[in-house]
Nanobody, 115 residues
Framework: QVQLVESGGGLVQPGGSLRLSCVAS????????MGWYRQAPGKQRELVAA???????NYADSVKGRFTVSRDNAKNTGYLQMNSLKPEDTAVYYC?????????WGQGTQVTVSS
């Protein structure tokens, strides 16, 4: 089971961009699913975007057209490009990877969108 470490969070003004990275401690080639979730204070964790082997991706309605999920198996890394950020995107963002019988979570990275 790989360990996942997110980075790239921070404070950004509305309309700005951030790129989150999720680096795995080992090969992610067998992980058919890599997803990004977020949890805002007082709210449940929700799916933001996910990508599966083969490249198919799905997005929460609230981020469609603004966020792009990708993965680079050669670098054992997943990415979440976030553009046109809004205050309601403020949350802790978590990386999730799944293989048969395995589910791994990162520790999260804080994203704050505020002027």
């Amino acid at each position: 089971q790989v360990q996942l470490v997110e980075s790239g969070g921070g404070l950004v003004q509305p309309g700005g961009s951030l790129r989150l990275s999720c680096v795995a401690s080992g090969s992610i080639a067998r992980y058919y699913y890599m997803g990004w979730y977020r949890q805002a204070p007082g709210k449940q964790r929700e799916l933001v975007a996910a990508i599966i082997s083969g490249g198919s991706a799905n997005y929460a309605d609230s981020v469609k057209g603004r966020f792009t999920v990708s993965r680079d198996n050669a670098k054992n890394t997943g990415y979440l490009q976030m553009n046109s950020l809004k205050p309601e995107d403020t949350a802790v963002y978590y990386c999730n990877a799944r293989a048969v019988g395995i589910v791994s979570w990162g520790q999260g990275t804080q994203v704050t969108v505020s002027s």
